[in-house]
């Protein structure tokens, strides 16, 4: 079975300066990963995901995420936060052949004015 | 093109009442999730319908929860007796094929259990 741990449950930035979501997944297989955010009282939206091609993916309104295989990590980053970026963050985990699909249990990003 | 629609968006019951959600995915995709979100968690797969048939089914409740997707398309989701542990939000999701694949989200029915 597949897991992941998103290592912060809360995360405060001042806006305009960098973003940093972390991510670790377990997988007994290649798995896809996928950053989606959740708005308040809105459906959850996929930010980007990796699917064993690059491992710097780049996603909506300039988040970028790196797989790295020997750290088993996945983190979301955004070299500056926009007030707008404020909302809950969750890594999701999962492999085709098992038709498992794991979230985390989120971190909720504040941006400060 | 049109996303994945559910209803209602908020309900508030009685313990032991029964309530259903409704779900329309994206038309085409073939695949189709129903995710319970309770408050301060991620959401957790409840059941998963590829077409009419069901492929994961494993983290339902089947003494009181209840799915089905006649016809492939819409989907229904129903609790009866709802307990208070049952308050949550219902995600509905939708994806062209199956698990791997980018899923799309609906807004949610958020349910609450007196």
């Known amino acids: 079975a597949q897991s992941v741990t998103q290592l912060d449950s809360h995360v405060s930035v001042s806006e305009g300066t960098p973003v940093l979501l972390r991510c670790n997944y377990s997988?007994?297989?290649?798995?896809?990963l996928f950053w989606y955010v959740q708005h308040p009282n809105k459906g959850l939206q996929l930010l980007l995901k990796?699917?064993?091609?690059?491992?710097l993916v780049k996603g909506i309104n300039g988040f970028e995420a790196e797989f790295k295989k020997s750290e088993t990590s996945f983190h979301l980053t955004k070299p500056s936060a926009h007030m707008s970026d404020a909302a809950e963050y969750f890594c999701?985990?999962?492999?085709?052949?098992?038709?498992?699909?794991?979230f985390g249990a989120g971190t909720r990003l504040t941006v400060k004015p | 093109e049109a996303g994945v629609a559910q209803s209602p968006r908020y309900k508030i019951i009685e313990k032991r009442q029964s309530v259903a959600f409704w779900c329309n995915p994206i038309?085409?995709?073939?695949?189709l999730y129903w995710y319970q979100q309770i408050l301060g968690q991620g959401p957790k797969l409840l059941i998963q319908?590829?077409?009419?048939?069901?492929?994961?089914d494993s983290q339902l409740p089947k003494d009181r929860f209840s799915a089905e997707r006649l016809k492939g398309v819409d989907s229904t989701l129903k609790i009866q007796p709802a307990k208070l542990e049952d308050s949550a939000v219902y995600l509905c999701?939708?994806?062209?094929f199956g698990v791997g694949e980018t899923q799309y989200f609906g807004p949610g029915t958020r349910l609450l259990v007196l």
């Open positions: 999701v985990v999962s492999v085709r052949n098992n038709n498992d699909m794991r």
């Open positions: 038309s085409g995709h073939a695949t």
């Open positions: 990796y699917t064993s091609a690059a491992t």
């Open positions: 319908f590829q077409n009419n048939g069901v492929v994961d």
């Open positions: 999701a939708s994806s062209p």
């Open positions: 997988s007994s297989y290649s798995p896809s």
